[in-house]
């Protein structure tokens, strides 16, 4: 099993910038993929951003040229800079790990960290 850990996220103001982190363990030796996925209530989840082991991303359309994803392989995390924040990027964002490339679902989530924007 794998293990995902969020942090940062909270309450942004539009315009400005947050940031946030996962880290993965347990059995992540076949991890190739790691990211961020979000969802508002009563929609689906949708991409925010991906990246692979060997640098591959793929974004959002709705984040693309804002929003920066990274990724750390030797401490197994993954960050999200969100920049230039707009009230629509609140949702509870998901970090998400899988064993494919960039175009399949992750495998596994996290819990869910809450980033709210305000006007």
């Known amino acids: 099993q794998v293990q995902l850990v969020e942090s940062g996220g909270g309450l942004g103001q539009a315009g400005g910038s947050l940031r946030l982190s996962c880290t993965a363990s347990?059995?992540?030796?076949?991890?190739?993929?790691m990211g961020w996925y979000r969802q508002v209530p009563g929609k689906q989840r949708d991409l925010v951003a991906l990246i692979d082991t060997g640098g591959e991303t793929m974004y959002g359309d709705s984040v693309k040229g804002r929003f920066t994803i990274s990724r750390d392989n030797a401490k197994n995390t993954v960050n999200l800079q969100m920049n230039s924040l707009k009230p629509e990027d609140t949702a509870v964002y998901y970090c998400?790990?899988?064993?494919?490339?960039?175009?399949?679902?992750?495998?596994?989530w996290g819990q869910g960290t809450q980033v709210t924007v305000s006007s």
């Open positions: 998400g790990a899988g064993h494919y490339g960039v175009a399949y679902l992750p495998d596994y």
């Open positions: 347990g059995s992540i030796f076949s991890i190739k993929t």
